[in-house]
């Protein structure tokens, strides 16, 4: 690998967590690599690190307020700002909860976090969240992890291992050399080298809603995160992603195209006018399987002791087009199951013609419907099984991905 890091302006933006002991070891290796370096703490930070070690082998001065002492001049006022242009890439290790909420939340009370609103646009900003394990798994950590994985920064899961509490968990920060090695990555710009680059990826996501009278409506628990996060990651990765959502509120990823739908018909009529033209077709939604055979117009008044409800069966989407896939096209389904989950997953992949198949069994707590995390089991058309640990989805979907890659490669030979 050419060594991409010679002559880059990096900024390791440090917070207060126990894994901070380390960065003086990133500090110098990204030296010895030919990268100038800056580093920002933040007050805690320095509870864990001395400001001195950071500055000695950086061979600069590290900044912490956004305040400038009394002998400042020029352009030092500002620095905030000046770091933000000078910048090539940002590298924040550790990202305490803390400072992963104050960025998310757009806060600028010191140079870290004022520094990252400045940065502009299109450089790589790598975050190595990095706390214990229940900490990182916490609805709050993954929403703000979300949040700013959606505005582009790429958030970098922690490993798993002995935590500073003495626990065994994910949490850990990445040792200094695999940071290094990311950062190269990123810098290298790994998207335009992914084969989902320019083609065209459609992600079906989110409940549909049928309805039974003008304000009642049968649906689902789906929250649309896992479809949500699997179009931001073929996005990431160069595709051109139209996302057909039901009714959810999470924010469109960048760059990706939405289309809104209600019903399991309008879901179906949205994905159906894509299906010639897209390379890659992921069925990701919770399309209720029926819908009322009649809608009232209107409320439905409370006058009968008993009605009936009759359900007719709603067209399945993804199996429609796993029967009309053109040879290179490639149809990848999702399988809710609450038992028996493999067998049901693997008549699915053939019942419908997918070419892989993600099996999530259904658990409240880790794993499904509204949930942040997900522990997914991948099963391709020759019968390959990858097994998933709990994951966030964001990082569940990034797994997918690499093996959709790899299968769309294969049927394309
Ligand atoms: C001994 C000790 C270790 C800590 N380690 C972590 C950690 O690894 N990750 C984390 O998110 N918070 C950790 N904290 C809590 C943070 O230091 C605390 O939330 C602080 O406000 C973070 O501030 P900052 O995000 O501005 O740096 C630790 C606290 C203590 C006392």
Known sequence: MDNVLRGKNIIIGISGGIAAYKTPQLVRLLKKSGAFIRVVLTESATRFVSELALATVSEERVYRSLFPPADTTGTDYTRHISLGEWADAFVIAPATANTLARLSAGLCDDMLTALFLTLRPGKPVMIFPSMDGQMFLSPSVQRNIAILSGQGC????????????????????????????????????????????????????????????????ISNYSSGKMGFAIARAASERGALVTLITGPVYLETPSGVKRLDVETAMEMHDAAKSCFKSCNIFIGAAAVSDYRPATSFEGKMKKEKPEIEL?????????AEFGMQKAPGQLAVGFALETHAGLDNARNKLSAKNLDLIALNFFDRNTSGFEVDTNILTLIDNEGLTTELPQLPKDDAADKLLDLIEQLYVKTRQ
């Open 154 to 217: 790429r958030l970098i899961t922690p490993e798993s291992g002995e935590l500073a509490s003495g626990l065994i968990g994910v949490g850990r920060m990445p040792e200094p050399e695999s940071i290094v090695s990311s950062l190269e990555k990123a810098l290298q710009s790994t998207v335009p080298s992914s084969p989902l680059c320019g083609k065209s990826v459609v992600v079906t996501a989110g409940p549909t809603r049928e309805k039974i009278d003008g304000v009642r409506f």
């Open 310 to 318: 009759t359900l007719i069966k709603n067209p399945d989407i993804l």
